[in-house]
């Protein structure tokens, strides 16, 4: 075969793996969880129908979660998982993990969007070595040359669920004028949907 049609071939091959890859890659996960919710339910239904019933523990699950958020949505319902909320910190080992796990979940959250407040480019975890990180909080420290304006940063390490939190003055900090959707993006893609040139024009969450 003519190297020229061994190279045609071989160029729509990749490209035809990097764009089926995803496709059927996210089918499955989609199926993996149909599937563990449809186990996890399965006992149950088989004993009050007498068969499983394929689906039907997905849609309990998703139930579940819209009536749960039915009752986080009013003031009544706050209350009570906010009382549900103490009993669980009260559990040993499980409440040195609930809370760290229910912050950095609800660091997500659309009605929380204000706990990332900005995505920026820090100096770590050495001199020399950049990497995007979201600014969750600003403070005032104290030291032995006065008062410094610091922020935290959460930096990813592990996709968006574990990662560092380091302590910058803001003015060590590259502002990106990325919005924070931008910054996930590039965090879930392992920095291919960064964009060619930084930094972008847009707000600040430090101001001018």
Known sequence: MPGTARNWIKRRLIAGFFVTVPVFATAWLLWIFWVKIDDLFDPFYRTLFGRPIPGLGFLTAVGIIFVV???????????????????????????????????????????????????VLAEHPRKGEWTFGFVTSELVVDGPDGKRDMVTIFVPTNNLYLGDVILLSRDDLIQTGLSVEE????????????????PRRGPSAFGP
């Open 69 to 119: 958020g039915t009752i986080a949505t009013n003031v009544v319902g706050r209350r009570v998982l906010a009382l549900a909320d103490k009993l669980l910190m009260r559990v040993p080992v499980y409440r040195r993990l609930y809370p760290s796990v229910k912050q950095l979940i609800e660091s997500f959250s659309p009605e929380k969007r204000s706990s990332f407040k900005e995505v």
């Open 183 to 198: 910054g996930v993006r590039i965090i879930l893609s392992a920095g291919t949907a960064a964009p060619p040139r930084l």
